[in-house]
């Protein structure tokens, strides 16, 4: 009986509900390092742009990811996911390290292209006690959290040491997304 008192509480149900739900959704992108360095990467490039790709990029992200969601909750196939989601890394990582300016139309395009593999691979791994708004509610918080990181971390351009901190950061991300795509492959 008394070692029982300090024994840590035993959870059946995992996930059940709203708030599992919500929980679950919520600690997915956290977790997933091929996530954090694409949606970190989003809110880099969206700094180092400036306005108004700084909201717009963060924005759509999480908008498109949404319906990528939607798609892998109702069991849409999408080919090759776990590639698109470490070639976004790649990619993203490798625009902010060469500094690439592209239209801002183009920019987003890029950025949602690859948030529907974002968030097909959410909507697939929902958990079937879990409430589906909950779920998608807590990854989207997750991901703007992850872009304002990044954000965050942009802002040092503002001064002389900044853009090459941001750049490097951006290659960073870019070579994790190389070591996710050999992973993947092999």
Do not use: C, Q
């Not at 989003?42 to 999480?62: M, Q």
């Not at 908008?63 to 890394?89: D, K, Q, R, T």
């Not at 750049?167 to 492959?185: H, M, N, P, S």
């Amino acid at each position: 009986m008394a070692l029982s008192v300090g024994s840590p509480v035993a959870e059946a149900h995992e996930a059940v509900g709203v708030a599992g739900g919500f929980m679950s959704g919520f600690a997915h992108p956290l977790f997933g390092w091929d996530h954090v360095a694409a949606m970190v990467a989003v809110g880099l490039w969206g700094a180092f742009l400036g306005a108004p790709a700084i909201w717009l990029l963060p924005i759509v992200f999480p908008l498109v990811m949404a319906f990528g969601a939607a798609l892998g909750i109702i069991g849409v196939p999408l080919p090759a996911v776990e590639i698109g989601i470490a070639f976004s890394a790649v990619l993203l990582g490798a625009m902010v390290a060469l500094a690439a300016r592209p239209p801002l139309v183009g920019a987003a395009a890029i950025v949602g292209l690859f948030a529907i593999f974002h968030g097909h691979a959410h909507g697939t791994e929902l958990p079937a006690a879990a409430n589906a708004l909950a779920y998608a509610a807590g990854f989207v918080i997750a991901t703007g959290l992850l872009h304002l990181i990044g954000i965050s971390f942009g802002f040092t351009t503002r001064w002389s040491w900044g853009a090459p901190a941001v750049r490097t950061a951006g290659g960073i991300i870019a070579l994790v997304g190389v070591g996710f795509l050999l992973k993947g492959v092999a």
